[in-house]
């Protein structure tokens, strides 16, 4: 077998410089102190689990449609995962990177017989962190629907058109300051970062590195 | 832009979903003639005023929805009576 | 103060010097709009003029003595100010690069190149002129009763015609990206939205804000404050409070200079920003859940002769230019006054000593006759002859409501005959559009400002009423902190997200909102004469140059109906969109049929309210492209991009040829991450195959792969891919690239709407995998290199398997053993992330076997040689499955399946194209796709969907489709090439050119 | 002989007359009259747009029917005729398309002198920019079709275009290329109103009756025979009733019973500022959804496909004209400061296969000249003289028997729809 390196997962947004190597992904080491950020955290775990009847899910994990709530999974590292309400009959499991297996098994226990699909993610989709007090105006300029207080407090996760790209989306704020997960389908993460930082200019928005567990 | 009520997701303007079109339902194909089945294909009702659609939401819960649509004004009402849940 | 009207005629000052000065600037004004710090020059038609901070082109012109702006469109009359505001037809020019600039609402900018439209050889001589001399042989429509004889000749009149196409001036210079302004968009959910920032608007702004809506109040001048900034005192008064409310109450955006410019459905509105320093044009896209119209009042212009000569003005304009401009828009004037308009601008005309000789009062049976002059007023003359000599004829005739907000979703107004004005009927309005201020009827600042305070509060009502519905209906959104609670109202201050760009907390309220609407009192309608056209003909509409007698003229020639005569004289089709003129021409037209004006009714509103830039609708470019993990080392790697729907693919390596010689002597990869893939599971999916393919999937094995094809009911051939079953409930679909999201969305709606008891679960995982086909006789040596815990040999991985294994150290790849390109090779499916690791551990590792990349053409090829049809290129829209070569496929003895009965019935007709191989019989010739196949050397009988020349066998292949008569094997057909000459060709046994019987893929 | 039979003679357009009336003052006559309904007519057609009206013209010119009234709910040419974005071309995909569309074609080429009515018919040219190979693959599938049928159509490459539209910026984009286009000579515009003003007054002037205002609410069918028609100013009593509406030809059908496979959708359009000519050619952009052409007034004007779903409402979008304009300036970058005026909707029949329906129905007498989707304007002449000779002959004419009704029971479809779902 010819020594073909360590492989090395690569997100599909080109990382700003320096490039590092965290949890087995090529991650940008870049640090901004801006009041706006962009950050690309499509290293982190993604796990997508449907089920013929929203209802079982909704129990089972504990949370709706169109919530999103943090969870202690009992992983080693103590980090929790976050459990997006994403659809109908439709879940999102986001975890620090690398912890498919864990997740994946954790699942499989929870749904026990029910008729489930679990299906790995990670490398399908494309997940940016978008925080800082101007996140909501930034996102008012490429997404319709009301961010206000009221159609959207922490917590809300949708799906809808970001730039014109169906995104999945959730508010997420962290520690008191206003932030939202965004992510697409991966072949056009790199568009919707772009379409990010583009509709950022005026608002100062800056990239920022992307550091583990990053949940 | 017409805000079409999604039972799943709430209003959203009508640029995320996918028009299908006046909801029908497809005969038995073993039994239907040719004339029957072609009628089913390529004639529509076409009502001015109130008509059941079909609309798919693409860019939201993905999710098969009827709705009723007033085609001159474009008002749009959640169906009276009783529709197939799409879950 | 009246003269005799036998005072001699004094003319206007004319500037001198070369840069001209303000010898109509007035002191300083108590409610004036200018800098007099701030001063500058700007160009106009080659001459340098001063100007102050916050001049418009116009009042700066004028303030120079400037009286003529532009020249008609017909009879190229001289123009000037009318209205003096962004109404103003008389003063549109062109501004460096931009053409049709409104002189009387952009600001003059130092440096700035302004130039009339349409003017030659200059603004002052200008040929065109002539046209107004033989004005009777020009009357409405005149181009429609003329140069129809000789016919040849009409191309050389039209040619004429268009030198008279009137405006400015577009660069055919593409600006690069960089030097393109910048236009920009953004959505607003205010609770009210208020369009109008009158004393009205601005009241009911504070009113709604006070009921805790977020609100957005719109202003389309520079500034707040309406017809209050050029009154008098009181009026200067009222306005610094009105100003300071909007100022100090929370949850007001004010955007200025800014303008509504549509209603759509569900009071979907359309906002133009102006003047940001960031961006050039900013389009918000508001979903307001109440609207509030205090649009004001636009004043009519009379129609009587000579309306149009430079120094008629609105009274409007007069006090325009002298509050806000400081500047004398003549030295002796007469007033033409049917109202208090009219009589304030007669006292502040007076009062900077612009000599007012005489008032001629419309509400004692007053009246003009006729302006004499042509290139400025030099007298008028009035009801009984008399005839006063002056430069400057001010008119206050009336107004119209513009009430096209209200009306665009097709309701008309009313004719108001005691108030001489279309009002709306606040009654019939819908829920979420309410009206307040002038538009809806008079009263003194008192009755507006009480009517524009209930409607702002019933306003902020409505808009919570709206916010409740909204949310209630989303799903489960118990937030942590609800919404109204002390803990929402301090996130929103710190997060900032109900700025205007969200539902305020108030009218997102957990408890239900108040039910009982705000009692808004009546305005009172003050009773105005109706004045639209004296005894005399004149200008109805100023941009297209129509007359009173073109109406006459046109419903005599049987154009009778206001629609009818406004296609045929174009009149209010200009950029005034007739803002000025609807009411003066329908009252004309009325007139002409002997009808009222009620009867006669208005043209219907389209947007937008006002014009606006395509770069302010178009925003900045947004059209989502799709990568696949290794896009960056194509590139670098000198691909030639194609572009395939969202997708940017490698189209060649630089030699299509020698990739695809490649692959069928070495081995060669090509990225088909684009493909499409839907990850199935469920105990029924086997049933769901069975319903969307037309052939038959029962009997698939674990690890087996098998082809299908999708039809839609009416037969045509929609789709095509591979399926593999990863385990008993497990399947792996793929679908063609461009049908991915379709085919996912077909099958969605099978299962959702027609089996919804089928228990099946859809995932699509197009790009959850890079996908790198391995092709070529040493493909299977290559891959073993890579490849761990599957052994690839012949019998332990045969064609049409499917394995998952460790590839290049990556875990979870799939690979599938098919032949698109008809060689030996290998679908491997890798965990996207990885993509590029294997990609170029496959170059690397493969160097000594002569690996190298190759892209869709090769592809193109190498499938064309193996008889591989494309959908959608050797398909189209019509065909279906037995004319694509897809016979032995359909099992038409299945129960059912996606287009059986239209299938059957093509069987049972033989009806249809086939498609078949052809061989043109000289290869050296490769007739472009697209080529018609025909008989008798003109009736088509096919067409040739594919053609390359063959590397693999140095001549020329095609696929066709051709009529069921010609499809037989040894077939001869003629190929009219794109260059008329005609070759025969020969239809092939098989569909492939190249290894019909699959040796090489079964290797 | 109309004339005489009328007693009534309108003064013909020219320069001279222009000029006499100028001098004389004399008022022009009425283009048409106003009339009374009568109670009963020959020929009774529906729709007073550019189909209704050249149907009635040929009617009585080219067969001598001339007891004919046709009737429009609104005012003539207030539909289709009078929303449309005026384009004329005849560089169709199928053969019976092309052949079908260049007999209009030539037919508006000699209107004006026909009509005694300057229609401005302007030759253009006229360009369908390919941005893929797709696309460019079914341009040269039309080209070579239209070149059997003896009309003039190429394929041409990017340098030809850029000569063509000098505005046009045909830089390698990343994500819209002008690849090549397919070029048609004989394309062009043409003054939509005058066209119907002109059959209007020429019909009138043969004795056919306008009847402007006048909505039918009922069709009489006896026996599977019309026999009349009712409408808001009394009933009138016919044997042959045409259908020539847009957007509301199943309505109209259903009054006689007979279902459609039609499904209607408004198609919007847009006109801008005018600015001094710079655009002489009539520019496509099938990927793009956008075609544009500048008046002789130096106005733009564009339109799109149709909208998204299915209507009849007339009241236009905003989303329309957000993604015209973009798509305008990624075709024309240096026209971003120009302004758009006003934007409006028409609405558009669609059938199943894009192709008409005409000819006849279940229903004796029942005519159908319907289902013209986004190209009936361009087939007014054409379309009125060969329902004209449906009428008069009771025979099917050969140039239009692809479109028979009955060709969807019968699922044989013509093959237009084969473009429009090729290559995207």
Redesign the interface.
Known sequence: MPDTGTPVARSPIATAPPEIVRAGWAVSGARSGAVLTLTDCTPLTKVAVKAVDEQVLATVLDVPFGRAARQDWGLDDGAQVLVVGSGPGERLVLAAPGRQTHVVDRLAQLTGDALVSVVDLTHGRALVRLAGGGSARLLAHECAVDLGEAMCPDGTALRTAVAGLATDFVRDDRAGMLSYLLHCERSSGQYLFDSLRDAGVELGAEVDGFVPPGI | MILLPCPWCGPRGADEFGYVGESRVRPDPGSTTPAEWRAYLYHRRNTAGWTRETWYHRMGCRRYLTLERHTVSNQVRSPAGDVEDTR | MRRTPTSPVRRPGRPTGTVPAMTMRLNPQAGEAIDRDDTFTFDWNGRSYPAYGGDTIASALTACGERIFSRSFKYHRPRGLLTASHLDPGCIVQVDDEPNVRGGHRHARAGSRVRSQDTWPSLRFDVKAANGLVGRFLPAGFYYKTFIHPQPLWPAYERVLQRFAHGGVLSAHTPAEAERPRYDKRFAHPDVLVAGGGPAGMAAAVAAARAGAQVLLVEEEHALGGHLRWGGSADLTALADLRDQVAVTPGIEVLTDSVVLGRYEGNWLSVLERGRPDVHERLVKARAKSLVVAAGLIERPYVFAGNDVPGVLLSTAARRLVNLYAVKPGHRAVVFTANAAGDAAAADLERVGVEVVHVEDARHGGDLVRVLGRRGVRAVEVAGGATYSCDLVVTAVGWTAPASLLTMAGDVPTYDARAARFRPDTARLPDDVLATGVVVGDGDLEHLLAHADATGREAARRAAVVAWAWRTALPHRAAEAPPGTEAATRSEAATGTSAATGTGAATGAEQAPDADPVDVPDLPVDAHPELFRAGTHGIVDFSEDVTSQDLLTAVDEGYRGVELVKRYTTATMGPTQGKLEIVNTVAIVAQALGQSIQETGTTTWRPPYAPVTLGALAGRSREPVRHSPMQLWHERHGAVPLVAGAWIRPEHYGDPAGEARTVRQRVGIIDVTPIGKLDLRGPDVAKLLELVYVNRWSKLDVGRVRYGVMCADDGVVLDDGVTARLGDDHYLMSTTSSGAAAVWEWVESWLQTEHPDWRVLVTPVTTAYASINVAGPRSRELLSRLVEGVDLGPDDFGYMHVRTARVAGVDGCVLWRIGFTGELSYEVHVPAGYGLHVWEALLDTGADLGVRPFGVEAQRVLRLEKGHSIVGQDTDGLTRAFSAGLDGLVKLDKDDFVGRPELTWQHEHGDGYRLVGLRPLDGSVVPAEGSQLVEDGQRICGRVTSSRRSPTLGYSICLAQVAAHLASPGCRVSVRLPDGHTVAAVVTEHLAHVDPEGVRLRA | MAEQRNGWRPSA???W???R??LT?D????????HEPKRAYDVVVIGGGVHGLAAAYYLAHHHGITDVAVLDKG????GGS?RNTAILRSNYLT?EGVRFYDRSLALYR?L??EL???V????RGHLTLA????SL?????????N??EGVDSE?IGPEEVQRLV??L?V?AH????VLGALYHPPGGII?H??VV??YARAADRLGVHIH?GTEVTGIDVTGGRVTGVRTNRGPIATSIVLNCTAG?S??VSDLAGV??????FPLQAAV???????LHTVVVSGSLHVYVSQT???ELVFGASVD??????T?????F??G???H???L?????????????AGLCDMT??FAPIMGPTEVDGFWLDVGWGTYGFKAGPVSGAAMAECIATEQVPELIAPFALSR??E???V?E????????
């Open positions: 357009y020219s320069a007359s222009l000029l009336h100028g003052g008022a022009w006559p009425p283009a048409w009259r106003q005012y003539i040419g207030g009078g053969p000699n004006a002198a005694n009515f300057n401005m018919f302007s030759k941005h893929t190979d797709a693959r079914t341009m040269r599938w039309r080209a070579e079709v070149k059997l394929v000098p505005y910026d830089t990343a994500r819209y290329p003054r109103d005058a003003w002109g402007q509301w199943s309505t279902a459609m496979p039609v499904h209607t801008t500022e005018p600015v001094k000519p710079f002789d007034r130096g998204p779903f299915a209507s009849y409402s009241r236009g979008s905003l989303e004209v957000e015209l304009a973009g305008v300036l990624e024309m970058p240096s026209l971003a400061k120009l302004r758009l005026l006003r934007q409006w199943p296969d969807f029971a699922g044989r479809l093959g729809k084969g473009a429009a779902a090729v290559g995207h």
